[in-house]
């Protein structure tokens, strides 16, 4: 499994992935799922996957061959002119990734993922959008200004009940940190370390990039007090009474 | 959908389900999903159901059915003499109610559903049991003190973190408030009102029992409150710094 959170703030973007893979329950290995690119006060385009490993592995690396080939006309990450563009480029290979496994083995439920794609381009907004393995995409927008993939229920309430899109970065850092832990506690196929992007409005490079590793204070802080602040907030609400007379 | 949860405290047993039943999502009903029968001063017991709605009306109805008939020798829940036999019998009814649907449509996957067991005889402790639509089933324990069946996700990471089985039963209640708030939020197939039961332990009646409707005071006030409460715990956590600097 996995979990990725990508958030739209007024300051910029905030992008957290987590980096476990598994093929059952004993076979689980460490494969980064955050993938980053810039070209400093130009462009800075980040990618989250979610899904069949080999898939999103084939993605990204047809996105980095282009890359290596400077007249490469379809450099799909650094030619494009908006960020839809690379969206749709990037919706494209993922939807002939998925599409030839298919066929090779005569299946169709097997072999899909799905990509957050993040960044911004000079003289544009941040951007933020949600690849479907179909290759068609949606974005993010003020009602909905914020996208999970993978094991995206243990984490949401929090995410639903704290995210507010004036926050600070380091605010909305801390927001998915929570969010990450409630899922960590609950889905043993979701795994740290855990890779961190921020990206401030016109920055054009990573304004704060970090992996955090299991032994991360400030991680593990978050992680034994957040179980506290939550009986606080519990213990704070209005006490029940099994009399009738209740009134709020 | 559904959402319930059982819960297993010193004092006794609680219990709450949700009342929404959907095909699709233009096809919405409010059903019972909880059922309760008790013999004053000798035994109480408690189900709660999750899955096809025919195959768990159908597993209650005999149920019922045998009860009507004084003499039969077969009444599961007011003859068996441990809750055991209760959790047996009624594994034993589900996955008959099942395997008998599978095999007159030919599949393997529909028509299954699951059931909390709860209750208490006379002489015996009270005792929580979760059944599955294979007939056989599990019983909370000091490290499992609790089941939920249905959309059991949203709801969870607040439970892990506020559950304490010494808890007065009234907060416990509100517990499970918060955790089904958490639910309804996110998922909309998890619909009120909702059932609460709550066995005393050696109670062998219901001690509380109530269906909470949309405009109850008490839900409303949780409902309202946990997202400041939320709030408020956010803050209290130690704020992030994407200086490099952090000690915990």
Redesign the interface.
């Known amino acids: 499994m996995t979990y990725c959170v990508g958030m739209m703030m007024d300051r910029g973007l905030v992008l957290m992935s987590d980096t476990r893979t598994n093929s059952g329950v004993d076979n689980i290995s460490v494969f980064r799922k955050m993938f980053s690119w810039h070209v400093p006060g130009e462009r800075i385009i980040t990618l989250m996957t979610a899904g069949n490993l080999a898939t999103t592995q084939t993605v990204i690396s047809q996105l980095e061959e282009r890359m290596k080939e400077p007249d490469e006309r379809q450099n799909t990450l650094f030619k494009s002119s908006t960020m839809f563009q690379v969206a749709t480029e990037i919706g494209r290979l993922l939807r002939e990734t998925v599409g030839e496994r298919q066929e090779a083995n005569n299946t169709r439920s097997k072999f899909t993922a799905s990509i957050i794609v993040a960044g911004q381009i000079k003289g544009m907004e941040p951007r933020l959008f949600m690849v479907y393995p179909e290759g068609n995409f949606i974005e993010a927008s003020p009602d909905t200004p914020f996208f999970q993939i993978g094991e995206t229920?243990?984490?949401?309430?929090?995410i639903?009940?704290?995210y507010d899109r004036s926050m600070s970065?380091?605010?909305a850092?801390?927001?998915t940190?929570?969010s990450f832990d409630?899922t960590l506690?609950?889905n043993l196929s979701v795994g740290l370390p855990l890779d961190v992007m921020?990206i401030a409005r016109d920055g054009f490079e990573p304004?704060?990039e970090r992996r955090i590793m299991a032994d991360d204070?400030?991680f593990?802080?978050?992680s034994s007090?957040?179980?506290e602040?939550?009986?606080?907030?519990?213990h704070?609400?209005?006490?029940?009474?099994?009399s009738a007379k209740?009134?709020?």
């Open positions: 229920k243990y984490g949401r309430p929090i639903l009940r704290g970065l380091e605010d850092v801390k927001l940190m929570v409630s506690k609950a921020v304004l704060f204070p400030y593990q802080a978050i007090s957040w179980g602040a939550l009986k606080t907030a519990f704070s609400l209005p006490d029940y009474s099994f209740y009134r709020a």
